[in-house]
């Protein structure tokens, strides 16, 4: 019943990055990675509970303060500052970004039927909806302009990395996941920065414009 | 004692190289301790490839090793290297002379150390890849000796065309080592081992599945330095463009680390050869030695034409080579023995009279300022002794009798003409064609050398720097003297040479004592029952009775005492109204235009209505190997260069495509389905 | 043959003499020939002698550009000519000095003395001498081919390259009609024709420099240098003759020394050498003087039937 | 105090040190002083090693086995060679009079951290701590590549921020899905995630989980290691990042990658033979080699040359690794020792060139600087014939050995066409370099140009062409016994 739960978690997550994909508003895109980091911490929860391993409460307050939280925040003063709300004009456009990705789906649950049969087999609707969302979010990263959209889809990839964390394997030993979500949040903060140097720089968060180095 | 030979000479030029950082700051000192050094290691490796062919056993030591690749570099001297060493000696020591004073006023003071250098560890490598007793150690030699000489060939790389033809050079040889290092190793791959002894003995080769592949590769590799067409596109460029003394050394010496390599994989290294190998091989000499010939033929630039004739040379040398790979493939190596001695005799010889002419080419350069034919003339006048030496250099190369070069063409005549007693119908005719193409070659060079002689010494000079000139130094005719007395002897007396290659060529493998050819003061004889033989000696009574009867006849005449200017037709003759250079090469141009295809232009200008006031030609031959394949392959390769500069286009979302794509594909080919 | 030096250097001398006393003969006898067919009287025969005789009285003037190498160059043309007929076999079967090499030997020194005079006739610094130089290292280099084929065809199916040898074996074998070495035969007769400055190759007889090539080369040369050149080419061309006769037809070569027998050889010689000044005569004076650039395609020719000769004696 | 913490700690110190604005001396005293102990405790470690033990630390977390000493000795070798020639670089910027004291604070504390953090991912026995250790590589070397602050510095560092952290989330998945092929077995503690304990219980991953873990470490740790299609960020990130920054990048970060890569190598050959992980190197290795290839051809920067060149070698350790055996391996070790020689001294002297004509574009510095600047293009020079593996320097040596274990191996084709590509980039970098430093002087005594002087740095470069020449001839026994070493942990004999 547990693992139903999760299942549904991740199921909810990614439909989250499906509506990431299909919109173009900056706001709603933090505000649904906030969501998505919400799921992320009832599924750590949900495993707490089955597994009775305390440390994935810890896990999950951790996520959801920092993702759901605090780095929305964070993201959304830098949108106020940079005066940026909407994704220009992708590369894809929407109903053709929503196909590729279900082929991106595709790929991703293929490749986990691998794992369910082995012996000590981990659910692998988990680990597909989490290489769905890794490349999907790659995919985003890919077609997007806008670097406040890439850190986002960044970080999708890092929730999808999570899921599996706990989802799958219930829980990395508790030091590594503290390293490892400090090093996420610094990554994010350096981004920052650089988002807000190059938006001086340049007067536009539009990536696409950093192409004078070829060749 | 004779161990010690080889690090002893190398020894020498590592001092030179010493010498010449210390004394970098003193020119003249610099000067004289590299190059007394360079000949000292000269002497020693003549001594040790001497000694080897006097006593026909090999030497072997080790040089230096990278204990963390755990690899060494070792040296074995057998009779081929002797002899390679010996030839290369015979030519590096007279030069190094040359070049102490050639340098002094060719060369700024300030690259007379570095020129020191560089020429030291050439040798020093050259020297290595003939001495080197396994791959490792001929690898790393011939890389050396590759960058050493493109140094060399860009000393002066302020001028375009040096720095041009030294990258052209570097291009070609990697294209050759390559070839090398994938056909050593695919070799090896065979029997595990490094060693020229089991790689080269025969035995491995035949057992491997890449056989033909491997010769192949093997002819490309050493074909790119041995300059033969068509891979023979930067030797005229490189020779030419090198300081003369240079020059000498590339086209007299390091063309024969080609043709080394090529007698070690042919000369039964790979096994007994196909008979298409052979084939092979002597189409390719023909090629080169007819193409090399015809365009030197047609050449205005006097070292250039020097360079064209060194592939002319190589041509013949291979000539032999494939005549030997043919009676060899036949199972007859006492034709096999024949073909190869022919060939060896002969790129001795071409270190000889090559050096010669060269280092004369260098003495006119340096009096004169030009190198262009047209330019030059009358310099017989001024530089009596320089025309001499370069008269003899040319007769040596035009293959006329009692000089060497008649000797070793005769040998290879000798080779052809035998190897069509052994071998199946194909060759009984391919072979005496042969024959005849060498004849044609010998009678062009024959022509082209009346020409190389006659314009620049002969008649009126052609430009003021010609009619300036001033004979050169000591220092720099002692060389030139010494080369042209090797000419000499080595025609005079060919049986003794014939004598020490018998040994050689029983060294190979495949090989052993044969009787297909014997020498001996008297001369060098041909087959059993004697198919044909030669002893210069014998002839040379005859004639100097006929000089004496010439001589005779100025007893009887009156003595020339008046002198005239030649009849003009009644107007004046002048530098303008002689023959030149281009004229003279007009009717052969004209008779091979198929092979020329040169571009020729006439206009005429008409002050008045059918009568032309003035006519302007201008005749042209491209090089149609640069033209039709190496420029289009390379504009081919650089516009694909181009096109894939796209893959980095400075667009971070392409880059992270990539990753994406990258993902898809790996985890699609993981596939699902335990 | 002997190896006992003194008679082999006797037996040399004699020859070189021979060849040098008999070879201006050859030419009135050419001449003498045409102008019968031409229905002239023509010079008398022994004219040549005459000319020599007062070529090498007179005092050779030089051109003021000269420098050694145009004296050298007669001199040495003369002595490669000398020495080329040491090299054949005439009456008796054997050469003098065939102890030194044989066909290659031959064709060697005859282009050396090529060599020579071509290097010589560029120091005058007049065109003429450079034409007439390039014109003859062209059609020597072209000729050169043709001829070691016509010899190789002779040499390989005799089994040796050595003139005397040669001889021997075909003369104890017999003369062949093999089609093969006809057709060399009629290579070298062309060769011949080349190398002897003979129409249709050249025209010894013009007096228009533009059409002349050995002409034009000696063109400086006067007095004794100018009677050398002259001399050496005659003796150039007896030799050509000889060969020819001595390879292909070699009837009655004396191969003891029983007097008789060198009797026969001599006349048998003599009368294929008139045979073949007769052919020489004809074709002379049937035939006008190519175009220079037309003579490529006759030595092509030459060259065709030297390989065809080749190729049916052995393929 | 335990020496191996001891190692990473003196770095760290200096870092923070470093970061204390303060005066300039004795700023740069302590700078190359810690990286020099630095070295000193690496050298100790290693020694330690060869003396027969293992230093550990964190219970097991930190472990110095073979290849770990290896990748220590020369990280912190690179450290204090980058180190001296960051004063250098420092002092000319002022001779040239452009250059803060804020600036100078940055970069004396951004070295030794980004040292610190490559020796911890050295001697990092834990998927964990490593997947941390190269994230803070990234994170202190991304203000290197912003150094400078000009556009193209910001886009640089951007593109090799985003692309990194691609990389490492794909190598963080992938350490995740090796924890999970071992539930059970591996149990939950710190030590779940070491090597040994990884390797202990090989025989009872999840092969299949264990194959798809090892995609992802491959691409992770390949894109920090710039293999070819992940190595877009490089020559960016190279042109931007100053000359002391960047010889850290291409020879500590790129060995340390490579450490990475090894890991995962050996986990993949203990659980699923040599086959799998071997092909993927290859692969990408190969691709690598040939990516660089054209853009050498047709390359306008110098630095950008270099970045492409240390793609071409990495592709050649991965080409090495790949083929796999003892030969091949011992090669690529091999190459990455003499790698490590050779590249700073290409760095140095074309940092030299580049500062002293303000930039390291082609038509920027112009053709003959041979006659401007003798030593550097001279130096320069010298770098080409040793990066382009020409003999008797040891990259020669090394790629001969790869070369010769490929054409004994079943891999003809790869090696047949790793081998042309070899050749072409000879010709290619010859060329760049050739018509740099030859040719006619063609801005004689521009004002623009700073003349050439026998400064620190010029000293420095003059050092590492010292060793890197040596080295070909003579390597230490200690340090051939490490490369031993090291071959028998890839080798797990």
């Known amino acids: ?215 | 004692m004779s161990q010690s030979l080889l690090p002893l000479g190398l020894a020498f030029h590592a001092t030179g190289v010493a010498l010449a950082l210390v004394l970098r700051r003193q020119p003249a000192a610099c000067r004289w301790a590299a190059f007394l050094a360079s000949l000292g290691g000269s002497l020693v490796s003549f001594v040790l490839g001497a000694s080897v062919l006097a006593s026909g056993r090999s030497v072997r030591g080790v040089l230096f090793a990278n204990p963390a690749a755990g690899m060494s570099v070792g040296y074995a001297v057998d009779p081929l290297s002797a002899w390679f060493l010996v030839t290369f000696a015979v030519l590096a020591a007279p030069v190094a002379v040359y070049s102490v004073g050639y340098l002094a006023h060719a060369m700024p003071p300030g690259r007379t150390a570095f020129v020191g250098v560089a020429w030291n560890v050439l040798l020093m490598s050259v020297e290595t890849v003939f001495a080197a007793d396994g791959v490792l150690a001929f690898l790393v030699a011939w890389e050396l000796m590759t960058l050493a000489t493109a140094a060399l060939v860009a000393t002066d790389h302020e001028s375009r065309p040096s720095r041009r033809s030294a990258f052209l050079y570097l291009a070609m040889s990697h294209l050759g080592t390559g070839c090398l290092v994938a056909a050593f190793f695919l070799l090896a791959s065979g029997s595990g081992s490094l060693a020229f002894a089991d790689l080269l003995g025969g035995a491995t080769a035949a057992s491997s599945p890449w056989r033909d592949v491997l010769f192949v590769l093997f002819l490309v590799g050493f074909g790119v330095k041995a300059g033969v067409v068509p891979l023979h596109v930067w030797l005229p460029e490189a020779h030419p463009a090198a300081p003369s003394n240079v020059s000498a050394l590339m086209s007299g010496g390091l063309i024969n680390a080609g043709l080394y390599g090529l007698v070690r994989v042919g000369a039964g290294g790979l096994g007994r050869p196909d008979p298409g190998w052979g084939m092979g091989v002597l189409l390719l000499g023909s090629v080169s030695a007819i193409l090399g010939v015809l365009y030197a033929l047609s050449e205005n630039d006097l070292k250039r034409l020097l360079a064209f004739s060194t592939i002319e040379n190589g041509g013949i040398a291979l000539m032999g080579f494939g005549a030997g790979m043919i009676g060899l493939a036949a199972g007859r190596p006492e034709l096999g023995a024949l073909g190869f001695a022919a060939g060896l005799y002969h790129v001795l010889n071409h270190a000889a009279f090559k050096g010669l002419l060269f280092l004369g080419a260098g003495g006119v350069v340096a009096a004169t300022g030009t190198r262009k034919l047209e330019e030059l003339g009358g310099l017989a006048h001024r530089m009596p002794r320089t025309a001499g030496l370069f008269l003899l250099g040319s007769a040596a190369i035009a293959g006329l009798p009692l000089l060497n070069g008649f000797a070793s063409e005769w040998l290879v005549f000798q080779a052809l003409l035998r190897g069509f007693f052994s071998a199946e119908r194909l060759t009984r005719i391919v072979l005496p064609l042969g024959g005849a193409l060498l004849a044609l070659t010998s009678a062009l060079a024959a022509a082209c050398f009346v020409k190389a002689f006659a314009m620049t010494f002969l008649a009126r000079p052609r430009s003021r720097a010609a009619s300036e000139a001033t004979e050169s130094k000591a220092l720099l005719l002692a060389p030139q003297a010494f080369l042209a007395a090797a000419c000499v002897g080595l025609g005079l007396f060919p049986g003794l040479v014939v004598r020490v290659l018998a040994g050689v060529a029983a060294s190979l493998p495949g090989f052993g004592p044969q009787d297909a050819f014997s020498g001996g003061l008297a001369g060098m004889t041909i087959g059993i029952p004697a198919f044909d033989h030669l002893s210069p000696l014998v002839i040379v009574p005859a004639v100097l009775f006929g000089l004496g009867l010439a001589a005779a006849s100025g007893l009887v005449s009156a003595r020339a005492r008046r002198r005239a200017p030649a009849w003009g037709c009644g107007g004046e003759l002048s530098a303008e109204t002689e023959y030149t250079a281009t004229a003279f090469a007009k009717p052969l141009v004209m008779v091979f235009r198929g092979i020329y295809r040169p571009t020729r232009e006439v206009s005429r200008f008409e002050s008045v209505r059918y009568f032309t006031s003035e006519v302007r030609y201008r005749s042209q031959i491209d090089a149609p190997f640069e033209l039709h394949v190496y420029g289009p392959a390379t504009r081919a390769v650089l516009a694909a260069a181009g096109q894939l500069r796209v893959i980095q286009a400075g667009s971070l979302h392409a880059y992270l495509a990539y990753v994406l794509v990258l993902g898809v594909i790996l985890l699609w080919w993981l596939g699902g389905l335990p | 043959m002997t190896t006992n030096p003194l008679p082999v250097a006797l037996f040399a001398v004699a020859q070189a003499t021979g060849f040098l006393l008999l070879a201006p003969l050859l030419r009135g006898l050419i001449k003498k020939m045409k102008a019968a067919f031409q229905l002239r009287q023509g010079p008398r025969l022994l004219q040549p002698y005459s000319d020599l005789a007062k070529l090498l009285g007179k005092e050779p003037v030089r051109s003021t550009t000269a420098s050694w190498v145009f004296v050298a160059g007669p001199r040495v043309y003369f002595a490669s000519a000398i020495a080329a007929t040491t090299l054949l076999p005439t009456i008796f079967a054997a050469a003098p000095l065939e102890a030194a090499g044989g066909i290659l030997l031959l064709v060697g020194l005859l282009a050396l003395g090529r060599f020579a005079l071509a290097t010589a006739a560029l120091d005058t610094g007049s065109p003429f001498g450079g034409m007439g130089a390039s014109r003859e290292m062209t059609v020597g280099a072209l000729a050169e081919p043709a001829l070691m084929l016509a010899l190789f065809t002779a040499g390989l199916s005799a089994g040796s390259l050595n003139l005397g040898e040669l001889v021997r074996r075909t003369a104890e074998r017999g003369t062949s009609i093999h089609p093969g070495e006809i057709l060399a035969a009629a290579a070298l007769f062309i060769v011949l024709l080349a190398e002897a400055g003979r129409v249709p190759v050249d025209n010894p007889a013009t007096h228009l420099e533009l059409t002349m090539i050995h002409e034009a080369m000696v063109l400086e040369y006067s007095g004794a240098d100018l009677a050398l050149v002259e001399w050496a080419s005659a003796v150039k061309e007896l030799a050509f003759m000889t060969l020819l006769a001595g390879l292909f037809f070699p009837i009655g070569v004396a191969t003891s020394l029983a007097p008789e027998a060198l009797a026969i050889s001599a006349l048998a010689l003599l009368a294929k050498v008139f045979a073949l000044a007769l052919m020489v005569v004809l074709v002379e004076s049937t035939n006008a003087k190519l175009r220079f650039f037309r003579v490529p395609e006759l030595m092509a020719v030459a060259l065709g039937l030297g390989f065809l000769a080749l190729a049916m004696r052995f393929f | ?493």
């Open chain 4, 1 to 493: 105090m335990n020496l191996l913490l001891a190692t990473l700690a003196a770095p760290l110190a200096t870092a923070g040190l470093g970061a204390i604005p303060g005066p300039r001396r004795p700023k740069e005293a302590v700078f190359l002083g810690g990286l020099a102990a630095t070295l000193a405790l690496a050298l100790a470690t290693a020694g330690r090693y060869l003396a027969g033990e293992t230093p550990l630390a964190f219970g097991g977390a930190l472990r110095v086995d073979g290849l770990s000493a290896l990748v220590l000795v020369l990280t912190a070798f690179v450290g204090v060679l980058s180190g001296l020639y960051s004063v250098g670089y420092l002092e000319r910027n002022e001779r040239a009079g452009f250059v803060s004291a804020k600036r100078r604070t940055e970069l004396l504390a951004l070295v030794p951290a980004y040292v610190a953090a490559m020796l911890l991912v050295a001697v990092s026995n834990n998927l964990g701590i490593l997947w941390i250790a190269v994230e803070a590589t990234t994170l202190a070397s991304v203000f290197l590549v912003a150094f400078h602050n000009r556009d193209t510095s910001l886009e640089a560092a951007w593109k090799f921020l985003v692309l990194g952290s691609v990389g490492l989330a794909f190598a963080l998945l992938g350490t995740v899905l090796l924890f999970a092929s071992g539930m059970g077995v591996l149990g939950e503690d710190m030590a779940a995630l070491d090597w040994t304990r990884i390797l202990a219980h090989a025989g009872a991953l999840h092969p299949f989980t264990v194959k798809l873990a090892v995609v992802f470490l491959l691409v992770g740790y390949g894109t920090k290691a710039g293999l070819a299609p992940m190595h877009t960020w490089k020559p960016d990130a190279y042109r931007e990042a100053p000359s002391p920054a960047g010889v850290l990048m291409a020879v500590g970060m790129m060995n340390c990658s490579l450490y990475a890569l090894l890991r995962v190598h050996i986990v993949s050959r203990a659980v699923l033979g040599p086959e799998f992980s071997g092909h993927l190197l290859l692969g990408l290795g190969l691709a690598s080699v040939l990516v660089a290839t054209p853009f050498i051809l047709i390359q306008w920067n110098l630095k950008r040359l270099l970045a492409y060149s240390s793609i071409e070698h990495v592709g050649i350790m991965a080409i090495g690794f790949g083929l796999g055996g003892e030969a091949a391996t011992l090669g690529a070790l091999l190459h990455m020792t003499y790698h490590t020689f050779a590249k700073p001294v290409a760095f140095f002297s074309a940092g030299t060139l580049a500062q002293l004509h303000r930039s390291s574009d082609f038509d920027a510095i112009g053709g003959g600087t041979l006659g401007r600047t003798p030593v550097a293009s001279g130096l320069l020079l010298l770098a080409t014939l040793m990066v382009t593996g020409s003999p008797p320097f040891g990259l020669f040596w090394s790629e001969m050995t790869i070369l010769k274990a490929g054409f004994f191996g079943p891999h003809l084709a790869v090696v047949a066409v790793f081998l042309a590509a070899l050749v072409v980039l000879f010709c290619g970098f010859f060329y760049q370099v050739g018509r740099l430093t030859l040719g006619p002087d063609t801005k004689p005594a521009e004002p623009a140009v700073l003349p050439e002087r026998l400064d620190l740095a010029m000293g420095t470069t003059l050092v590492a062409a010292a060793i890197a020449v040596v080295s070909a001839f003579y390597l230490p026994d200690s340090l051939v016994a490490l490369i031993r070493a090291a071959v028998r942990v890839v080798e797990g004999a």
């Open chain 1, 1 to 215: 019943m547990i693992q139903d739960l999760v299942i549904l978690c991740a199921a909810g997550m990614l439909v989250s990055v499906y509506l990431m994909v299909g919109q173009k508003s900056l706001v709603v895109a933090i505000r649904l990675y906030g969501v998505q980091s919400l799921l992320l911490g009832a599924v750590g929860i949900a495993m707490g509970l089955a597994e009775h391993r305390p440390h994935l409460y810890v896990t999950a307050a951790l996520t959801i303060a920092l993702k759901a939280v605090v780095i929305p925040w964070f993201l959304l003063r830098v949108i106020d500052r940079v005066g940026i709300r909407r994704e220009i004009e992708p590369f894809v456009n929407v109903p053709a970004s929503l196909l590729l990705c279900l082929g991106l789906t595709v790929v991703g649950y293929r490749v986990s039927l691998g794992m369910a049969g082995g012996s000590q087999g981990v659910p692998h609707q988990v680990v597909g909806v989490a290489l769905s969302m890794v490349l999907m979010g790659l995919f985003l990263m890919v077609t997007r302009r806008k670097a406040l959209t890439q850190i986002l889809a960044l970080l999708t990839i890092e929730n999808a990395v999570f899921l599996v964390a706990l989802g799958a394997t219930a829980g990395m030993p508790l030091v590594v996941e503290l390293g490892i979500s400090f090093d996420v949040i610094l990554a994010v903060m350096v981004l920052g920065v650089l988002v807000n140097r190059i938006v001086d720089r340049f007067e536009s968060m539009d990536t696409s414009r950093l192409s004078n180095l070829r060749g």
